[in-house]
Each structure stands twice: as C-alpha cells, then as structure tokens.
C-alpha cells in the first residue's frame, strides 16, 4: 500500500501509565505530560497531520485520595483546554482477602480494567471509521499486540495503508531499562523512545489541589463537570476543542517538576487528623 502524502495521526495515551513510565525514566513524580505537545511534536518530525489526541485516566475517588482526586481534576480541565479529548472514569476498587501471618485482613483492591477497554474501543472505531492513517500509541504494554494486530486486519480489509507505532518514554543510560526490558516498544509496530528532554519539551505546568476548596461529599460524576456526564454508571468522557499545532513551548524545569515538602503519606495522615501540619506547606 502506498502511504499518503500526509498522513493523518490520532494518538492514545493512558495518563496513569505514562505517569508510572516516566516515574521508573525519569523520576518524574507527577502527571504534567501534555500528549497534544507530544502528539505534534512527533507528528512535526515524521510529517503527520495530528488529526486527534486521546486521553484516558482512572481518577481515584474521593475516599481513597482526595489529593490525587482533586489534582486529576485539575488535570482533566487542563488538557481539555489544550485540546485533548479526555476520557475519565472514576476508579473502581473491590474488596479481597490478604493473608498477613496466619491471619486474614480485609484490603482494597484498584481495578485497572476501564482504561483499556475504552482506548481499545475508540481505536478499533477511528481506525474502522477511516479517521487516521497512523495509530500512535504512547504505550510498550504487550496487552495492545492484539490490538495492533486487529488494526492491522481492519487496514487490509479497506485496502488502505496503516502505520502503528508505540511510543514510551526512555532514559538511555538507565540500566534498569536493560534489567526489565523496557527498551522496546509493542512487537510488530514501529518504536518511538521519547527521550528526557523531548518529555521536558511537552510538559505543564500542575495544578495543586488547594485544601480549602470546597469538594463535594459525593463521588458523582458532577464533580468533573455535568457537561461531561456519559451514562449512569460514574463513567465521564470530555471533549476536546482542537489541537494548537504551532511550536512546542520550553519550560524551564521549575515549571515542570513541582515538588512537595509533605508526602501524601503525611498528607492522608492530616486529613485523618492524626498530625498537625501548616498548611502552607501542604501539597
């Protein structure tokens, strides 16, 4: 198949993911990666056209972290107002046994499995509905092979050409990328190592969550906004407003790493009532 003059991109990240991946890269504590930055930084150097950027996040509820729900908040407006077409769903836990000694203790256990249904869903949607040319995948997870593999029968079906490619971020010179592997990308789809500074290019600033902001007593999916509301299972969606395709901007690294004198150990602690703390330094 012959490629198109200018192929048209639609990237998908999980935001949870590339936390945890540029965390164990690049030490980096928070979620301050912009994928619209990425996405057209990339598409500038291959020469795609970045037709959609796509986000997914399990956002912690409430009760089991109420900074890391706000900050996700935060963060969902925020990329929403780049032009990422975000979809949250609140994090769904369930309650298993754990042995500890010779006895049983209650524990609560985070289900992951929203995120992927719903990027696979809306891949194997763009890519039917002829959306794209090029699937970028900023992940190195092997439970998408079957997912590239799909996509790949779909493009032979429309006789039509396809490119994949699994972008992950990267540090050279990190040998425990060579311990775990974490050098290669998805089989079979081209790679992308997204390097420290081409990371650092692409990021926000963070929003904290303030303490005193008023937070509602319920998870509902109103606390993203009821304009984001997609059925009545706590499952939230937002839409996009269109990409800004012009230069990256470089921030300086204050902008990017902000970090906290209180740990979120500490921070639980506080609104347990269990330590005093100053609220000035909280995070």
């Not at 290669?184 to 790679?191: A, E, H, M, Q, V």
């Not at 902008?255 to 500490?266: G, L």
């Amino acid at each position: 198949m012959v490629a198109p003059e200018q192929p048209r991109v639609i990237s998908f990240i999980d935001l949870q993911w590339w936390l945890r991946a540029s965390k164990f890269a690049f030490d980096q504590q928070l979620p301050n990666l912009n994928p619209a930055k990425l996405t057209v930084a990339l598409a500038k150097e291959h020469g795609w056209d970045v037709a959609m950027v796509r986000a997914y996040v399990d956002v912690p509820t409430q009760q089991s972290s109420l900074w890391w729900h706000q900050l996700w908040r935060n963060r969902i407006d925020d990329l929403e107002q780049s032009g990422v077409i975000v979809n949250a769903t609140l994090q769904r836990t369930r309650t298993a046994w754990a042995v500890n000694g010779n006895e049983y203790e209650k524990v609560s256990v985070r289900s992951d499995v929203e995120t992927p249904f719903h990027l696979i869903q809306d891949a194997v949607a763009d890519v039917a509905l002829n959306s794209c040319d090029v699937v970028l995948l900023f992940t190195r997870e092997t439970k998408y092979l079957e997912l590239t593999e799909y996509l790949k029968s779909v493009a032979v079906q429309q006789k039509r050409w396809l490119k994949i490619v699994s972008a992950f971020p990267y540090q050279a010179d990190a040998e425990r990328h060579v311990k775990y592997n974490a050098h290669n990308g998805i089989d079979k789809t081209d790679w992308i190592r997204v390097g420290y500074e081409l990371n650092r290019e692409c990021t926000d600033y963070i929003r904290k969550p303030v303490l005193d902001q008023p937070v509602p007593d319920t998870d509902a999916v109103t606390v993203f906004g009821t304009d984001r509301i997609r059925d009545t299972q706590n499952h939230v969606t937002g839409t996009g407003t269109g990409i800004d395709t012009g230069d990256v901007e470089e921030l300086s690294v204050d902008d990017i790493f902000v970090h906290s004198s209180v740990s979120e150990e500490e921070y639980e602690r506080y609104l347990r009532g269990e330590v005093e703390v100053d609220d000035s330094c909280l995070p």
